[in-house]
């Protein structure tokens, strides 16, 4: 069984940072993409970055420049570092992971969410 727990998120005034961690743990091969999703209310899930197992990223271009996606494979952790946040960040973010569980099976996982709210 895999599992992704999110930490990290909370309450921050607009231009404020947060930073957060989604770990994987469990029994699998390895892990191949590793992004963060966000959802805020009466919206579609939508994506905010992505890091492969070689570490190439990809943003929206909605937080290009503010954003940071990095992980560490040692750790089995993904991280996205959140600076300038805008109220309009406020949304739920979920981990997502493809994991690789034996060489024949590829299944995706998502973790439980995180509340990342930008209010002053």
């Known amino acids: 069984q895999v599992q992704l727990v999110e930490s990290g998120g909370g309450l921050v005034r607009p231009g404020g940072s947060l930073r957060l961690s989604c770990a994987a743990s469990g029994t699998f091969f390895s892990i191949k993409a590793m992004g963060w999703y966000r959802q805020a209310p009466g919206k579609q899930r939508e994506l905010v970055a992505v890091?492969?197992?070689?570490?190439?990223?990809s943003y929206a271009d909605s937080v290009k420049g503010r954003f940071t996606i990095s992980r560490d494979n040692a750790k089995r952790t993904v991280y996205l570092q959140m600076n300038s946040l805008k109220p309009e960040d406020t949304a739920v973010y979920y981990c997502?992971?493809?994991?690789?569980?034996?060489?024949?099976?590829?299944?995706?996982?998502w973790g439980q969410g995180t509340q990342v709210t930008v209010s002053s």
């Open positions: 997502n992971a493809a994991v690789v569980v034996t060489l024949f099976q590829e299944y995706d996982y």
């Open positions: 890091v492969t197992s070689g570490g190439s990223t």
